[in-house]
Nanobody, 125 residues
Framework: QVQLVESGGGLVQAGGSLRLSCAASGLTSSSYTMGWFRQAPGKEREFVQGISWNGDRTDSTRSVEGRFTISRDNAKNTLYLQMNSLKPEDTAVYYC??????????????????WGQGTQVTVSS
């Protein structure tokens, strides 16, 4: 049974930093594309950043480029999202997701088969 568990969310002032983690279990191998998505109240879930199975490629939505960094440690089965220079508009529930397709980094929620329960990130102004 695949399980993704996010942690590290919380309340932070604008300009601050947070580091999210996603612990994966039950995946048959580390050969999964991984992604971070977020969903703000009243909005659809959106792609934030993704990373290839071996970490050699990443993709990012433009609004977080230069502020957020995705990484993974396959030995620890853990995905990370380092978030710096946070803005109030970054407030959302953040989800990690896994995709069996290793050929590309998808940006659609429909491309990911496994999801975590989410962790709340709140940025105050």
């Amino acid at each position: 049974q695949v399980q993704l568990v996010e942690s590290g969310g919380g309340l932070v002032q604008a300009g601050g930093s947070l580091r999210l983690s996603c612990a994966a279990s039950g995946l048959t191998s580390s050969s999964y594309t991984m992604g971070w998505f977020r969903q703000a109240p009243g909005k659809e879930r959106e792609f934030v950043q993704g990373i290839s199975w071996n970490g050699d490629r990443t993709d990012s939505t433009r609004s977080v480029e230069g502020r957020f960094t995705i990484s993974r440690d396959n030995a620890k089965n853990t995905l990370y999202l380092q978030m710096n220079s946070l803005k109030p508009e970054d407030t959302a529930v953040y989800y990690c997701a896994a995709d069996r397709d290793t050929l590309r980094i998808g940006r659609s929620v429909y491309e990911y088969q496994y999801w975590g329960q989410g962790t709340q990130v709140t940025v105050s102004s």
